[in-house]
Each structure stands twice: as C-alpha cells, then as structure tokens.
C-alpha cells in the first residue's frame, strides 16, 4: 500500500519520477542525495550495522528505480522509498538468521535530541552518562523482533503518523501503537531498575 | 482515584498527544497523589525522549560516493539494456531456429519435471540411502571380521575357563566347582561370601572354592590386587 499523505517537496519529487519514468534515470540523483540520510538512518535502526545500513540504502534506492512502473503517481515517493528500505532491511535481519541483540557500541545518539530527554528532573537520570544510556537502550533494543523495530525505526524518524507506519508496514494502526509501547515499555524499566539499583547500592 | 495500571495506558497515549481533556485532567490529578505514578510517568518520559535520540553513525562523503557510484553503474547497466532493448532490431529468425528453440523449452519442461518429482519425492531418496548405507556397512562388517579371523588364526587366544553348572556343588557355606580350562595362566575365582569378596588362585585343572551365595567371577591374575593395592588374600579352603 502507498501512502497517500503529502510529505513537503513531493510536487518537486513526482516530477523527477516522470523524468526517470520517461528514461531519464540520472534524474534519480537528486532523489538520493536529498533521502539517503534518512533512509540510511532508517535502516540502520532496524540492523544496527552501519556497513549493513549503507548497502541497504543502495538496495532500496535500486528497488526504486526498478520497481518505479509500480509507484502510484498521487501518493509520496518518499514514503514509498522509505517502506521499501524498512522492508529490506526487515528482510535482510530475516535472511541472516541474525539474533536481534544489540550492542551498545552500536547506539549513536542526536545529542541535542539526548539533552532534550535527559531533561525531565523528575527522575534522576539526567546524571547518567551516555554510554550507560547506550547500554540501556541496547538493551531493550535487543528486546525487540524486527517488526517491533522498524516500528520503531520509523517512529524515530519524526517524519510520518502511525497511520503511514501502519500503511508501510502493512499493519493496522493498533499494532503499531502497540509495538511502541513495548519498546517504551521496555526501556522504561530498563531506566527504572537502572536507578533503583544505584540507589540501593547508594543506601547499603 | 483510577487505579495505577490504568494510568500507565494514559501515560503513554499522553506522549502521543492522544488523550482528550478529561482523560489529561484525570490522569494530572492520579500525578499529584501518585508518588510512584509520578516517578514511572517521568521514566516514559526519559525513554521516549531516547527512543526518538537514537541516531546512525556518520556517513562521510566519500562513502556516499562510493554509494552513489553502485547505484549509478547499476542504473547505468539497466539503462544501457532498455536502450538496447528498444533501439536495436533483432536479426530475423528461421523457422528451423524457432523449432530449435520449442525443442530446447520441451527439453527444460520436461527436466524441470523430472527435477520436481525429485524434491518431491524425497522420501524414496532418503529410503534409497538407508538401503545403500545398509549394503556398506555389512560389507564394512565382512572385511572387519576378516581381518579379526586372520589375527587370531596368528595369535591363537587362550579358550575361557569355563565353570560347567552340573559340576557346582552348593553346601552350607560354600560352592564347589572344577574349573576346565587350557590355559597356562593362573586362574582365580573371585567369590562372595555374606557379601565379601574373597579369592582363591589355582593353576589350570581342578579348583574350588567355597560361596554362600554361589557368586563366582574368574579373573586372570593381573585384574587382581588385594586391599590397599597388594596381593590378594587366599582364603583358607572349607
């Protein structure tokens, strides 16, 4: 299903595709290099390699252009490249048989995203370094199947509602938020045993 | 007051901004009283706000173009065939070359066929093996037994004393029994006696010892050591 929600410069974008469409396939460049951040950010969240990342970024651009015959005209080609590199990389996890852990060397945070989560004063976790942050998100991460983590891997992207998660995923609406609040359920307690831990040690 | 469990629900849609009014206004006013709502309420809080900060490494420029590059020679290829689709013109082609063409597509169907009732039939295979696994290892068996003839026919063995059961005699407190045996080595009777173990020796011939149990092991010499590792005590004869 292609998602038929308006995604800013997708004007600018239909009119590339009928350029590649019409033969033209050096109009997917500017495509590339206007989504390869996002769709590698995408990937990488859900495989958690960054070798894997980039060849999957190369996948999805040239499942594209191959499959771009197939692309609905109405709907965002964003979205439409985006549930091409979640599947993938879904996909390619499958493929490898690889287990779903995570290892904390492997977490890279936004740092100003990371400053605007540490900030609730309400708990003590703004004193938590990073790398004790990665730990923990590597762990519930590895909590999590494939399906759960291109929920979330999308979900991080900030660019789309569940209702495209759902669309591009093939999924109703309702299993997206559910497979969310596992993953915030998950690290949750994470942080929770995290600081209760400390505390103790603290006390004892 | 709404029980915690419950807040947790709202807690989350919360962070979604899908709770209407009321909902907020129930779920501020489960905070103020809540101590421990309060708390996880400020853990969800922290583990969205991470969820959403998990980022990719870096990816420099030269990686890009090496990317770039992949996409554009494969792009490249596919533009080269779709040029070369539509622009040339296929030489003409005979009949004869189209009958060898049916001929080579009837050949494939059928070995395609043949392939299929191959995978299919795997249980036949896997029969098959059984039975051709059952032909190697009996004639594995015929050489091993071969080889075991010839090494004994070389190094003839001494026959097993043997105790023969008409022989034993069985009294109060003992078992008597004539061991035949050819063999020049010394035999010994291993008996069991209320549960102690006692041995006698002897040459070849004649030997007995006593039992209450008419338990009687024989052993050859240098399978026996006595306690504490010496010789073994010779009970006296009944």
């Not at chain 1, 600018?12 to 950010?41: C, N, S």
């Not at chain 1, 996890?93 to 936004?110: A, C, H, N, Q, T």
């Not at chain 1, 669309?167 to 359920?185: D, H, I, N, Q, W």
Request: hydrophobic residues 40%; charged residues 30%.
């Amino acid at each position: 299903m292609q998602s038929t929600v308006a995604h800013p410069g997708d004007n600018e974008d239909r009119k590339l595709v009928e350029e590649i469409l019409a033969g033209r396939t050096a109009a997917l460049e500017p495509l590339f290099v206007k989504y390869r951040e996002r769709i590698y950010r995408i990937c990488y969240r859900v495989v958690f390699n960054k070798d894997d990342a980039l060849d999957l970024t190369q996948e999805a651009f040239l499942k594209a252009l191959r499959a771009i015959e197939t692309f609905k005209r109405e709907s965002s080609f964003y979205t439409w490249l985006c549930q091409i590199a979640v599947n993938a990389s879904i996909d390619f996890l499958r493929r490898k048989g690889r287990g779903p852990k995570v290892s904390f060397d492997e977490i890279v945070f936004d740092e100003a995203k990371l400053a605007a989560a540490k900030n609730p004063a309400s708990t003590p976790l703004h004193q938590i370094e990073i790398k004790e942050m990665g730990r923990l998100v590597a762990h519930a991460l590895s909590a999590l199947s494939e399906d759960h983590r291109a929920v979330f891997s999308l979900f991080a992207e900030k660019d789309f509602s569940y209702k495209e998660i759902a669309e591009m995923l093939g999924c109703p609406e309702g299993t997206v938020m559910s497979r969310l609040f596992y993953a915030r359920k998950k690290l949750q307690e994470a942080l929770k045993s995290y600081v209760e831990t400390k505390e103790r040690s603290k006390g004892g | 007051m709404k029980p915690c469990d419950d807040n947790q629900d709202l807690m989350m849609r919360r962070l979604d901004g899908a709770l209407n009014l009321v909902e907020q206004s129930t779920l501020d006013a489960h905070l103020r009283e809540c101590p421990r709502c309060t708390r996880d309420c400020g853990y969800l809080l922290v583990a969205d706000g991470l969820l959403r900060a998990v980022d990719a490494p870096k990816v420099s420029a030269e990686e890009w173009a090496v990317v770039e590059t992949e996409i554009a020679k494969a792009a490249g290829a596919e533009d080269d065939l779709r040029v070369a689709a539509g622009a040339t013109e296929p030489p003409p082609v005979s009949r004869e070359e189209w009958d060898g063409v049916w001929q080579g597509i009837e050949r494939e169907a059928l070995l395609g066929k043949r392939e299929e009732k191959k995978t299919i039939d795997i249980r036949t295979l896997r029969k098959r093996a059984v039975w051709q696994y059952g032909v190697a290892i009996a004639a594995a068996a015929v050489v091993v037994l071969g080889i075991y003839l010839v090494v004994g026919m070389m190094h003839p063995r001494a026959p097993k004393p043997t105790i023969a059961a008409d022989e034993v005699q069985v009294g109060k407190g003992y078992a008597y029994t004539t061991i035949k045996t050819e063999s020049a080595e010394s035999i010994y009777v291993i008996a069991q006696i209320n549960n102690i173990e006692y041995v006698s020796a002897s040459t070849k011939g004649g030997f007995m010892y006593s039992t209450e149990n008419n338990v009687m092991e024989i052993a050859p010499k240098s399978a026996l050591t006595g306690p504490g590792g010496g010789p073994v005590e010779v009970p006296p004869k009944p």
